[in-house]
Each structure stands twice: as structure tokens, then as C-alpha cells.
């Protein structure tokens, strides 16, 4: 089990918990310490942390979405940048042919390491940071010796193709460790425990329909941290990134 699922269980585990703590405290407060008054200014006050957290879910989930979109542009990225390097290859002349067969060699072999057939614990981040199928291609360009102006031209725009390449794998090593800081997760979750103590300080007793709506409102909150966590790691873990831009792209390369 991933730790995304684990944090999602124990956020579930917190939540719950805080309300049936609450239930639990409705029976042993004394009665005046839940007099209206009370109600009001503690209701006020689980206002204000709801208030603050939804907008924390809210940011974080913007974000997260947007970190999740942003690896999907660089796949679709990457995969234009193959198949227009295949093409400068192509056009080059009948030498890049080995070149042309060792991208779509390590294409092929990063799609299946990054998207197996079947589930790995291996980080994906990892397998980028340690494939360095395009710097190889950069040392046999630099190897090339153009005979023409325009094998020298399509030369130049190769390399700067390989370089955005090389650029775009840099980029998913280096944004991978920009991860949610732990200090940041547990204090979002003890305001969720709170907040659902305070549901379950004033809620009926002994009501069935209640306690399965605030589970139920307590697995959604957990889903949304779950969301967050998983979509801040692209590659990785449940919610990934589609490959289709690059199975598409080796389909392409070597024609």
C-alpha cells in the first residue's frame, strides 16, 4: 500500500475519531457547559476552522492539479520533441540510422519502465533520473561531421531538439522533490479533527444516520488529501500520467 493510501486512512481514522470523541463528551460534560451560548460560540468557532480549511483544500488542490497538468504538458512535450528529432534525423541522411533505432529503442524501454504492465514498488522518478538515453543521442550528434550546409543546419536543430529533451527529463528529477511538507499535512488534519468534534459534541446520540453521514464526510476530506498527495506525484502511485503522447510518438519514430 502506497503512502498516499495510508495517510488517507489514517486521515480517516483522525477524523471519525474526532467525532465520536465529541459524541463520547456530549455524555460527560455537565449540561451547562452546552447551554445555547456555548453552542453559538463554539459553532462560531468551528466556522472560522472550516472556513480556513476549505480554502487550504482548496489552494491545495489548485496547486496539485496544476503540478499534474504541468507533467502531463511535458510528456506531450517530449513526445513532439521525439518525433520531430526523428524527423531532423531522417532528414540528416542515411548515417543517423543507428541514432534513429537507439531512440526508439530507449523510448520503447522508458514507457515500459515508467508504465509497466504490472504494478512496481520502483520509483519512476528514478528510472528518469537514472535514463540517460538522451544524453547518449547528444554524444553521437556531437560525433556527426555534416559534408553540407544543410546537414550542418538540420545538425543544429537536432541538438537543440535533444536539449530541450534533456532539459524536460531535468525538470520531472528536479520538480519531484517539491513534496508536502509533513508539518503542513498534520496540522490541515488536526483542524479536520476538530471541526468533526465539534459536529459530534452537538449531533443526536445514538443516531445511526448521522454517524454514517459524518463517515461518510470524513472518508470525502481524507479523498481530498488523497487527491492532493497523489496528483503531486505524476508518475508515481495511482493517479499517474497518461503515456499516450509517447506510445504515440514511438509509434511514429522510425518510419
Known sequence: MGSSQVIALITVACV??????????????????????????????????????????????????????????????????????????????????????????????????????????????????????????????????????????????????????ARTRWMFVEESQNELPKPFLIVLVFWLTVLFLSFGLFAPPRNATILVALFVCACSMAAAIFLVLEMNRPLDGVIKVSSAPLRKALDVVGR
Not at 55 to 82: W, Y
Not at 100 to 126: C, D, F, L, M, Y
Not at 139 to 155: C, F, I, M, N, Y
Request: aromatic fraction near 4%; charge should be neutral.
Open 16 to 165: 471519525f475519531g474526532g467525532a465520536l470523541l465529541g459524541l463520547w463528551l456530549q455524555r460527560l460534560l455537565p449540561k451547562h457547559h452546552l447551554s445555547e451560548d456555548a453552542k453559538d460560540v463554539i459553532k462560531l468557532g468551528a466556522g472560522v476552522i472550516a472556513t480556513i480549511t476549505a480554502l487550504v483544500l482548496g489552494l491545495l488542490v489548485s496547486s496539485a492539479k496544476g503540478t499534474f497538468d504541468g507533467a502531463s504538458a511535458r510528456i506531450v512535450q517530449t513526445g513532439t520533441n521525439i518525433i520531430i528529432l526523428d524527423g531532423l534525423l531522417k532528414r540528416y541522411g542515411p548515417e543517423t540510422a543507428g541514432i534513429r533505432e537507439k531512440v526508439r529503442a530507449q523510448a520503447g524501454a522508458t514507457i515500459h519502465r515508467i508504465w509497466p504492465s504490472e504494478r512496481t514498488s520502483e520509483s519512476k522518478v528514478a528510472i528518469i533520473e537514472r535514463q540517460d538515453m538522451i544524453e547518449v543521442v547528444q554524444g553521437h550528434l556531437r560525433e556527426l561531421a555534416p559534408a553540407t550546409d544543410a546537414q550542418r543546419k538540420v545538425l543544429a536543430e537536432a541538438e537543440q531538439v535533444a536539449g530541450d529533451i
